[in-house]
């Protein structure tokens, strides 16, 4: 399925996190509460689904 342009979006769009994101940082968060993968490991995931938007999403 093609994306439509960003043009015309709101600026908040852009902090919306997909809710497979969402799933998949959840899981994440709870993969290193339980010691399966290290706070270096966490991170590196988080920046690499939500780049600069990481603590935005994170505080909402």
Not at 15 to 29: I, M, P, Y
Not at 30 to 41: E, L, N, P, Q
């Amino acid at each position: 399925m093609k994306m439509p342009p960003d043009k015309g979006r709101e600026p908040d769009d852009a902090l919306k996190a997909s809710r497979l994101t969402k799933a998949l940082l959840e899981t994440t968060d709870d993969m290193r509460r339980a010691g399966v993968i290290d706070a270096a490991d966490y991170e590196k995931i988080t920046l690499r689904h939500l780049g600069g938007q990481a603590s935005a999403i994170s505080a909402a």
